[in-house]
Nanobody, 126 residues
Framework: QGEVEESGGGLVQAGGSLRLSCTTS????????MSWFRQALGKEREFVAG????????YYQDAVKGRFNISRDNAKNTVYLQMNSLQPEDTAVYYC???????????????????WGQGTQVTVSS
């Protein structure tokens, strides 16, 4: 079992919804910026959404604002990514990542993260 574990991917039709979950240890969860990234086939990995440790606020990539919602359950050391109105361009492997401490500036940069999950596939059919 890794430090960060994702679940919840799958196949959905365009316009549908999925919810991803990411769980880590209490030690990591309490002192980390927790985020979701995605990587589509043949493309670079990109930031999707995350909670900054320093500001305790959520941040989103412009393309998912209004459709995706990130939330957290501190009692379960879990962050969720609720994805609505999914489109074929959302198809990707989605990764959860933890960045020790982290700020609203470093949240966007994958290279700043310390722990990564193995990824979960999300496929949206047209």
């Amino acid at each position: 079992q890794g430090e960060v574990e994702e679940s919840g991917g799958g196949l959905v039709q365009a316009g549908g919804s999925l919810r991803l979950s990411c769980t880590t240890s209490e030690h990591t969860f309490s002192r980390s910026t927790m985020s979701w990234f995605r990587q589509a086939l043949g493309k670079e990995r990109e930031f999707v959404a995350g909670f900054s440790w320093s500001s305790s606020k959520p941040y989103y990539q412009d393309a998912v604002k209004g459709r995706f919602n990130i939330s957290r359950d501190n009692a379960k050391n879990t962050v969720y990514l609720q994805m609505n109105s999914l489109q074929p361009e959302d198809t990707a492997v989605y990764y959860c990542a933890a960045q020790t401490f982290g700020t609203e500036y470093s949240i966007y940069y994958g290279g700043e993260y310390d722990y990564w999950g193995q990824g979960t596939q999300v496929t949206v059919s047209s």
